[in-house]
Structures are given as structure tokens and as C-alpha cells.
């Protein structure tokens, strides 16, 4: 039940967060936008370090993994910025957001070539049926 609770606050924090991103780069650049997004993020790190002191959250990491998170916090930067100028520039934010919510598309794939994720039917017909919803949508 914890997980699907979980799940559940997630989907809603990002549809929420896509709304108000759309607010947002309607009122300023995208660019602008992310140094935001920065100046708030380095605002909650003493936030972030007290809780990882405080759950004792710390694990072993190495350099391989720092630079897989930096990589990581640079392509979210990259799509923050170009679905923010899509947003700024599109007359149908719903549908932008929606098909752009399909990168657990690509994710997968990547889990799949380069992890070896098995992919059961089930799976490849949910993929195929979440291809279709997107070929839909953009008629």
C-alpha cells in the first residue's frame, strides 16, 4: 500500500509541477526559468544534508556514480528547458506535457540495451499501447 501511496504523490507532484511550470515560462524565459529552479535547489540543501544525517541514509558510492548523477541532473536540465520553451510556444500545453511524459519510453529501452532488463508481452504490449496513445494524440 506504501508504494502505490507513493507512486500516487509522485504523479500528482509532477502533473502538479508541469502546471505550474507552464505558469511560469509564460511569465519568463525558460533559461530563467532553470536559474530558479538552481537558486531553489542550493536554497534546500541543508534541508537534504540534515535528512540524510538524520536517516543515516548514506551508502557506499564512487566516482562512476557521482558522474552518472551529474550527467543525469544535466539532461534533466536539458529536457526542463526544452519542454519549458515548447510550453512558452505552444498553444496546447496538455498535449506537450502528455507526450513528453513518454521518456519512461526511452528509460526502458535503455534499461532494456544496456542493463538487460527481461521484457515480458505484458510489457512490450503496454509499451506498444503507450506508442499508440501518443499517435493518437497527435492527430
Not at 509564460?26 to 535547489?41: E, K, T
Amino acid at each position: 500500500m506504501l508504494i502505490v501511496l507513493g507512486i500516487l504523490g509522485a504523479v500528482i507532484s509532477f502533473g502538479v509541477a508541469e502546471f505550474l511550470r507552464k505558469l511560469s515560462v509564460d511569465r519568463m524565459h525558460p533559461y530563467q526559468f532553470q536559474v530558479v529552479a538552481g537558486i531553489v535547489s542550493v536554497s534546500m540543501l541543508p534541508v537534504w544534508l540534515w535528512m540524510v544525517g538524520r536517516n543515516s541514509l548514506i551508502g557506499s558510492y564512487d566516482r562512476v556514480g557521482i558522474v552518472y548523477g551529474m550527467m543525469c541532473v544535466v539532461m534533466n536540465m536539458v529536457g526542463a528547458t526544452l519542454l519549458g520553451s515548447m510550453l512558452k510556444s505552444s498553444g496546447s500545453p496538455s498535449v506537450i506535457t502528455s507526450l513528453v511524459g513518454m521518456y519512461p519510453v526511452v528509460t526502458g529501452l535503455l534499461y532494456w540495451g544496456l542493463l538487460g532488463e527481461e521484457y515480458t508481452f505484458r510489457k512490450f504490449v503496454a509499451v506498444v499501447l503507450m506508442l499508440l496513445g501518443v499517435a493518437l494524440f497527435s492527430y
